[in-house]
């Protein structure tokens, strides 16, 4: 008789964990590159044609439900939602994002476009000094140009 209690209650244990890490690769799945933004082609702040770009619905169900929902549960709960959604979510970037260093940029940038800057300023400091380097072996007395 123990033995099927503790069976039982490892196996509700378990299903507990598959749902637990279910919920955890979706929130992951919300989270990674390919997240939820706002669209720049939308009417009003383009949160409902990210959210149907993101979940592939029709934008015009999307929008008809807002609506609906707008108009039957008053401003308050979806108004307010909308809004702060609108609010959270960021802009959906301009050219489509291929790996993740992309993604890494277009997140920095997002949050802190200083830091962005920097980085890219960086980088050209670090690309103009490998050229000064190789110039001045070029044109140094030592180099054969054979």
Known sequence: MRRHER????FQ???CKRRYHGLKDRLEALASSRGIYRSRKGLFMGVCRGLAE???????????VTLLLFLFTGF???????IVAGLLLKMEPVSPLHNEKDQEFYDTYTHSRQSAVQRIKRKFE????????????VT???FDWE
């Open 7 to 10: 069976y039982k209650r490892s």
């Open 13 to 15: 244990f378990e299903k």
């Open 54 to 64: 993101y979940f592939n619905f029709s934008v015009f169900w999307l929008r008809i």
């Open 76 to 82: 308050w709960p979806i108004g307010v939602m909308y």
């Open 126 to 137: 670090n690309i103009e000094r490998r050229i000064q380097r190789m110039e001045h072996t």
């Open 140 to 142: 140094s007395r030592e």
